[in-house]
């Protein structure tokens, strides 16, 4: 695609789009973290998903949005998207079918996480949030070390109470404990985790 399309680099905390800007592009990260989210009428911001390399954002201008409710913000300096219009993107599904397949995976995944990060919003505590967010991306994109999972993240204390929708107090609390009772390990790259079945 480099050789077609024209990557665009962005700062940390640098706005990729904004809530009501028209849904023109449909962009692949080629590297960094891209934070998505929308901001509630008393200027809270509710971070929906955070991205990192080879995820798609701003999907929603396939099925017909035309102004975008969310934001999407860099997190990684010199991260690097590649912004595609709806009709090149199109275009790439039709040639390409597994293309095709995999972009609609994802999409429905993507889809799937949303609908059960809600259910715990609404129906779970703050340490049921984080332990079925470590479960959750254990599925999603942890690897398999004999009876431990180890899942690579850069993401902070701050970054996961966004996601879970705790205080960055609570994320600490919640990840001590764990790790005091043998249940988890980590640090500033990645979360280890001993043992899924005794996660609780």
């Given amino acids: 695609m480099g050789d077609t399309h024209e990557f665009k680099k962005f700062k940390r905390d640098q706005i990729i789009y904004r809530p009501d800007e028209p849904s ?61 219009t709806i009709q090149e993107l199109k275009d790439l599904m039709f040639e390409d079918k597994e293309l095709s397949f995999r972009l609609l995976k994802l999409v429905g995944l993507r889809l799937i996480r949303m609908e ?3 259910e715990l919003l609404v129906f779970k505590d703050a340490r049921t949030r984080i332990i079925e967010f470590l479960k959750d991306s254990a599925a999603w994109k942890g690897k398999k070390v004999g009876f431990e999972t180890m899942i690579p993240t850069k993401l902070t204390h701050k970054d996961i109470a966004a996601l879970t929708g705790t205080s960055r107090q609570t994320v600490t609390t919640v990840l001590n404990e764990l ?19 005794k996660l609780a």
């Avoid at 692949?28 to 929308?38: F, L, N, S, Y």
């Fill in 24 to 84: 023109q592009h449909i962009y692949m990260i080629a590297d960094g973290r891209v934070k998505i989210g929308h901001y509630l009428e008393d200027g809270k911001e509710v971070v929906k998903a955070i991205l990192t390399k080879g995820e798609i954002f701003g999907e929603l201008a396939i099925a017909g949005e035309e102004s975008r409710a969310d934001f999407a913000q860099a997190m990684d300096e010199n991260t690097t998207v590649c912004p595609m």
């Fill in 116 to 118: 059960r990060k809600l």
């Fill in 179 to 197: 790790k005091e009772k043998n249940l988890i390990n980590f640090d500033r790259k990645k979360i280890l985790i001993r043992d899924l079945e």
